[in-house]
């Protein structure tokens, strides 16, 4: 996101800025130094656009315009547009005049919106050291998400979970977890799930045998979860899923799932937009490339239609592990793991104000992990792809 700013109505040299005590908001003024009530020397900014929280349904630049008027000459205006979800600035740029500010002058900046809720900040401190903030939220492209169930697509979830063992120790959560992200597809995104629970490597092999050779629309789109354990072996340099038969001792790892197959089986499925999801040990090690990272997304388009037939023009194989070549948390017994939560966390904001879920909007939620999750792509992903989880 960049900020064009176009500052009119400035003259004069102003002094050094004072020490940021006192604060204006959109609805009381508070002087931390001396505890009073402070006077109308604070900053003042009317808005003029946008006057609301407004959806947008234009070009992505939009012009922001509001009056700032102080009866103490202004000095700097900070700009940020933040994230909807975690307030985290995308960008902020700060604006240092050399000049007064007349009283009542115009102050108006143009920014390029991404889809979705553009939250935008404005900073603005005078001589004495007193701000006035101001928000204001735009949507871009947020009222016509109900349009997307007009689209021919449908999309599927398959999701296997293993927490009993032949010949391994059992787990306590990956039922557990898997249960919890199948319900929030069904009911939040309307997936199509499928659970296979506690399954052999032929049970896994042959339900992927199901799904290469179902048909799929071009805007199809499917979600696949692992929960269990999973392995490394130093000598073949390989990882591996552990289905529930698996020798505890193997050195041949003829009863082990190889990521290696596994990568290869998935790309093969002809459903155009894949996304993989493993919350297994060693999970990092299914990654061909050893410094793998999500492709950048896109520019948003200016409506919900647009910008989904869009992302999903582009073949997809991503995914995503709940760490690199290490162990991870099962977690506490009925509590989720630390992935899993992280993952439902996600999910359960049901996209947000624009009601669309991105890959790029999930890895906030995960990367705030200890142990962190490793994201990449693989197989015949195309450059520019994503996979997107649209709420109902």
């Known amino acids: 996101m960049r900020i064009a700013a176009v500052i009119v109505c400035l003259l004069f040299c102003l002094p050094a800025i004072a020490q940021d005590v006192n604060t204006r908001s959109s609805s009381f003024d508070v002087n931390f130094a001396d505890g009073k009530m402070v006077n109308s020397d604070l900053p003042i900014i009317k808005w003029i656009s946008p006057t609301s929280e407004s959806i947008y349904q234009n070009e992505n630049t939009y012009n922001v315009k509001f009056d700032l008027s102080s009866e103490t000459p202004i000095i700097a205006i900070t700009i940020s547009l933040k994230d909807a979800i975690n307030s985290k600035a995308r960008t902020t740029q700060k604006i240092d005049l050399d000049s007064t500010l007349n009283p009542n002058s115009t102050v108006e900046f143009e920014v390029e919106l991404e889809f979705g809720a553009n939250v935008i900040e404005v900073v603005a401190e005078n001589t004495n050291g007193l701000r006035a903030i101001g928000y204001k939220t735009i949507h871009l492209g947020g009222g016509d998400v109900a349009d997307l169930k007009s689209l021919e697509r449908t999309d599927y979830a398959l999701v ?218 693989f197989g015949d992903n195309v450059p520019g792809s994503d996979f997107i989880f649209v709420s109902r």
């Open 160 to 377: 296997f979970a293993t927490d009993e063992y032949d010949n391994w120790p059992d787990l306590v959560n990956p039922v557990f977890d898997a249960k919890a992200i199948a319900d929030e597809l069904s009911k939040t995104y309307g997936y199509k799930v499928e659970m296979v629970v506690n399954s052999t490597q032929n049970d896994i092999l042959k339900k992927f045998r199901e799904y290469i050779t179902k048909k799929y629309n071009p805007l199809d789109q499917l979600f696949i979860f692992f929960a269990g354990h999973g392995n490394y072996d130093k000598t073949f340099s390989e990882g591996y899923l552990v289905p529930r038969e698996a020798l505890a001792n193997d050195d041949a790892k003829t009863s082990y799932l190889s990521y290696n197959r596994l990568r290869s089986v998935i790309n093969n499925i002809p459903c155009e937009h894949i996304f993989l999801v493993m919350d297994v040990c060693f999970g990092g090690t299914f990654d061909e490339e050893p410094e793998s990272s999500q492709t950048a997304e896109p520019t948003h388009s200016s409506s919900a239609t647009e910008f989904v037939t869009k992302k999903l023009t582009y073949k997809t194989r991503k995914f995503i592990t709940s760490g690199e070549k290490q162990y991870v948390s099962d977690g506490v017994p009925g509590k989720h793991s630390p992935f899993a939560r992280a993952l439902l966390e996600a999910l359960r904001s049901s996209g947000g104000d624009d009601g669309i879920l991105t890959l790029r909007e999930i890895t906030p939620y995960v990367s705030k992990l200890k142990i962190k999750p490793r994201a990449g792509e």
